[in-house]
């Protein structure tokens, strides 16, 4: 089998990032080293791809779908991802050297990997929740430098709640 | 049931074809959950909906609808944001909750006490 790449069809930025890695996904010999997937809304197909993983955990991270059953998410299914490209395998191999016992280069992808999932909504993704405390500043800002350079459309923040308070915070 | 009404879990997923019969035309007390399962509170909330659908069946009956796939339902009750639970007595609409707590106490209180007075 070859390995799938679960990704969120709701996010324009998933979207875009879905769209280069199957394109980079060609091999010379015209098969794929990975198939693009979005998650899409039925739970049951999800857990026929891989019984251990259901919707909503596949919707909170990537994942990449391993022949022999196995999933790597979040960071480590970027780098999977670069594994099976034909032409990013070494930074795959990069990724893996190890130093006393750790993964460095990994540790440095996890880590990009968690801001690029918090400032998707600065780049354009509409469907990614409420921002993180950390980003609304900086969302703040760029709809305000939007409407300053006559920009109409400003970056939203999904319509999501998240209410943990129990308070309605976006709409 | 049929393959528009599916139950994956404790709860059943309605689509706009058997929201009508399910809710519209239902009886007694029903909780809608207007939902998306790229929500990440919506899958807060999940496992303590389930713990709340198994304590008030059959009292009270909980749906779900996922506003992905169900966008004109969604706007039809103008639903402003996920999660959105509708309340319904006799098919009619009697309350909501926008953005539920994800504690089982809090959340069983929202969703019986409408249908208290």
Known sequence: MTPILLYDGECQVCRTI????????????????????????????????????????????????????????????????????????????????????????????????????????LLGCSSCGRPSGWVRPLLWIVNQVKRLFGGGHTVAAAPHFTSLDHRRKSG | MNADERQEDGITTLTGDTFERMVLQGRGPIAVEFMSYSCSHCGAIEPILQQAAALLKPQETIFRVNIAVERELAQGFEILGTPTIVLFLDGTEIGRVEGPSPEISSLLAQLTQPFAH
């Open chain 1, 18 to 121: 879905a769209h280069w890695v199957e394109k980079a996904a060609i091999s010379p010999s015209g098969a794929p080293g990975i198939v693009v997937r979005a998650i899409g809304q039925d739970p049951a197909a999800i857990r026929r791809l891989n019984p251990n993983l259901d919707i909503w955990e596949a919707y909170a991270a990537p994942h990449v779908l391993l022949a022999d059953g196995s999933m790597k998410r979040a960071g480590y299914a970027v780098t999977e991802v670069f594994r099976c490209l034909p032409g990013t395998k070494w930074i795959a191999d990069i990724l893996a050297i190890t130093v006393f016992g750790t993964h460095p280069f990994q540790a440095v992808v996890n880590a990009a990997y968690v801001v690029l999932a918090d400032i998707r909504p």
